[in-house]
């Protein structure tokens, strides 16, 4: 689950991370207040969208003036910002974050994340902030500082330090930094989350060191012990088939593709798209429905499948280990009956009762075709999806 901008400085601002003063706002008016109650000459106005690269998709405005803040606000709300993260599609801007400009000296980029290879939280730091950190990373990866912390011994000074120093920081912005480090550390450990970034990381013009923008991702099987940031998602800013296939504990995500993929287990989920994909077809989702591929978990499967307009065939690849192969074509076939499915199904079954699966799809006297075994199947539906 990600967090807004400014979601994510009120959550900095709580572990004594020094971020600018702001305001969010739904309205041109409210931006106007919000420019109004923060003082100064000069604003910043930010389009709160789930997805980075805002500046340059024109979702980040200078405003000199309050009818300049309100006309920048108006000029967002109601849109969708399309940036080199949210697809084509873009997402939509409900809201904005008024912030005080800020005189900046220096752009660096900090961030937290597990490395999965080692079990550590690894901080990641480039002097390059501001920039895309992917680019920095394939073009000068020199720039790139990488500290690990052991979970036994915890944040240590001197990993706070190797990093200040290898950004160049000096003097009281050693001792700054380190705050900072420690602040997004313990939120990173207590909040659950699964990435912290501030991009850019700035040294202002009276030397300090400031957050001026953030960005957090929670790990959503921890948001039923972390109530109150579940409470700020934003499903709007959410794949909507994704977001009701969470819902029914299925593992979704949705591709470009035209044919539909139901798969249990996301590694044969992986090898079902990649056969799909070797003979000719592009996968329209991945989607994962788990050991338990139950009658009611087939149907709501097939549901969000048949919200795709674009899908011209499905299929059903499942290895019954867990339940009986039998089952699972009884789910399949009331599946379809109970939704005048009309688009073809390649059923691909293998496991426990696999034979007598097979045969009832192929007496249910419905459009569904069963497959030897997966490459055949994978040729099957390609050549459906071609008619």
């Not at 990993?159 to 120093?165: D, E, I, M, Q, S």
């Not at 939704?339 to 459009?367: C, D, F, Q, W, Y």
Request: charged fraction near 20%.
């Amino acid at each position: 689950m990600n967090l807004h901008e400014y979601q994510s400085k009120q959550l900095f601002a709580r572990y004594g991370i020094p971020v600018p003063t702001g305001f969010v706002a739904s309205t041109p008016d409210e931006a106007a207040d919000a420019a109004r109650r923060l003082g100064g000459a000069i604003w910043v106005v930010k389009a709160q969208v789930h997805a980075g690269g805002r500046g340059k998709a024109g979702g980040v405005k200078l405003a000199k003036s309050l009818p300049d803040v309100a006309a920048a606000a108006s000029g967002m709300f109601g849109q969708r910002l399309v940036t080199k993260q949210t697809g084509p599609e873009g997402l939509p801007i409900h809201q904005v974050y008024v912030e005080s400009g800020s005189k900046i000296e220096r752009e660096l980029y900090l961030s937290l994340l597990l490395n999965r290879d080692s079990g550590r939280i690894a901080f990641v730091a480039s002097a390059a902030g501001g920039m895309d950190i992917e680019e920095v990373a394939e073009k000068t990866p020199e720039q790139i500082i990488r500290v690990e912390v052991h979970p036994a011994t915890g944040l240590q000074g001197s990993h706070a330090r190797t990093l200040a120093y290898g950004l160049g920081l000096q003097g009281k912005q050693v001792a700054q930094f380190e705050q900072v480090a420690r602040g997004l550390y313990n939120l990173y450990l207590e909040c659950d989350a699964s990435l912290v970034e501030v991009n850019p990381l700035i040294v202002n013009g009276d030397g300090d060191v400031v957050a001026l923008d953030g960005k957090i991702g929670i790990e959503d099987s921890s948001l039923f012990r972390q109530p109150a940031l579940a409470a700020m998602r934003d499903t709007s800013q959410e794949d909507e088939v994704e977001r009701l296939a969470a819902e029914a504990y299925l593992n979704y995500v949705s591709l470009d593709g035209d044919i539909a993929c139901m798969v249990n287990g996301a590694g044969l989920a992986m090898a079902t798209m990649d056969l799909i994909k070797l003979h000719g077809g592009s996968p329209a989702n991945f989607l994962d429905v788990g050991g338990g591929a139950t009658r009611e978990r087939v149907t709501t499967a097939f549901k969000l499948i048949l919200t795709n307009p674009k899908v011209k065939a499905i299929l059903v690849n499942i290895f019954g280990g867990i339940v009986r192969c039998d089952m699972i074509a009884e789910g399949v076939i009331g599946a379809a009956r109970d939704l005048g499915l009309h688009l073809p199904v390649i059923v691909r079954i293998e496991g426990t009762n696999a034979p007598l699966g097979r045969k009832m799809l192929s007496a249910s006297g419905l459009e569904l075709i069963a497959a030897a075994d997966l490459t055949d199947a994978a040729k099957k539906v390609v050549a459906a999806a071609r008619k």
